[in-house]
């Protein structure tokens, strides 16, 4: 079934969800939707699609970086209203890290501690860093885990395995502006023992 069991939360999370919406898909279940003909409901099974969809690409092509040790950040820019929900995924999976997903309008900032998620939505990415900037311990790092990470990327590309035009189709132009993602080519060679300084 394509339909989940939680399909609410998904459509209250689309971009066009109404409270006269939401009222009609309450007493349903995702069976009715799953099967169901009726226009409206097509078209309610239509966005709660659009909004899982979104949210898979968007925890597949977001990449954060690091911004200390105790903060990852990333570009997150949706379409629907997804980001409170894509960014706790992202602490739960980097438990006792705060991690910031925004653009230049709004961040959502999620903390997983002891199995709980802190959260807040705020202004822009950039001033939401730097307030956070001010508040977390500094670390003097000796690599920066952003050139790092570059570096690993670069060396992972193989001329032989790309397939633009299968990338394109399963990640559309739009997606990829959202997640701030662009296609990396290795076109120095450089691998990561290069970056170290190891033969």
């Not at 040790?69 to 995924?89: E, F, T």
Request: proline share 4%; aromatic share 8%; with cysteine.
């Amino acid at each position: 079934m394509r339909v989940p069991e939680n399909f609410l939360f998904y459509l209250s999370a689309h971009e066009d969800c109404t409270q006269r919406l939401l009222a009609r898909a309450k007493g349903l279940v995702a069976e009715d939707l799953e099967v169901s003909h009726d226009a409206e409901l097509v078209r309610l099974r239509k966005m709660v699609s659009s909004v899982q969809l979104e949210v898979h690409r968007m925890k597949a092509f977001v990449r954060l970086k690091a911004f200390g040790p105790h903060l990852l950040y990333g570009y997150l820019k949706p379409r629907h209203r997804i980001g409170a929900h894509v960014c706790d995924h992202f602490a739960r999976r980097n438990p006792k890290t705060i991690v910031v997903l925004g653009n230049g309008r709004e961040s959502w900032i999620s903390l997983c501690s002891d199995g709980k998620i802190l959260r807040d939505h705020t202004g822009g990415i950039a001033e939401t860093l730097e307030q956070l900037r001010s508040n977390l311990p500094c670390s003097d790092e000796r690599w920066d885990p952003h050139d790092i990470w570059r570096i690993y990327i670069d060396s992972q590309y193989c001329p032989l395995r790309k397939n633009t035009a299968a990338f394109r189709r399963r990640m559309p132009r739009r997606d990829q502006d959202a997640t701030g993602l662009r296609l990396v080519q290795n076109k120095n060679g450089v691998t990561l023992d290069d970056f170290f300084g190891k033969d």
